[in-house]
């Protein structure tokens, strides 16, 4: 099992700056990748970004340019450093880790509880 806890949400004004960080414990030593995933009221919870073990990422189109994944295998966290923000933005945030699992590496996915995000004036 892995546990996620994620920190960081809050209230912001349009433009303004939030950095979000997500911690994983428990059997760590297989995940593979790690992202954010957000999810806006009446809307299906969307991609944010990821990032493999290898540093590789990838963004949603919407957040390019604005927000930027890090992650530290050392420390187990990754860290999700949001810029310029619109009130578009504003969701819960969710932490998802993918660890493989077995002989034939299987996927199994984790979630964290979610940070609300609110973007405005």
């Known amino acids: 099992q892995v546990q996620l806890v994620e920190s960081g949400g809050g209230l912001v004004q349009p433009g303004g700056s939030l950095r979000l960080s997500c911690t994983a414990s428990g059997s760590i030593f297989s995940i593979n990748s790690m992202g954010w995933y957000r999810q806006a009221p009446g809307k299906q919870r969307e991609l944010v970004a990821t990032i493999t073990s290898g540093g590789s990422t990838n963004y949603a189109d919407s957040v390019k340019g604005r927000f930027t994944i890090s992650r530290d295998n050392a420390k187990n966290t990754v860290w999700l450093q949001m810029n310029t923000l619109k009130p578009e933005d504003t969701a819960v945030y969710y932490c998802?880790?993918?660890?493989?699992?077995?002989?034939?590496?299987?996927?199994?996915?984790?979630w964290g509880q979610g940070t609300q995000v609110t973007v405005s004036s």
């Open positions: 998802k880790a993918v660890r493989l699992a077995g002989p034939d590496l299987r996927p199994l996915y984790y």
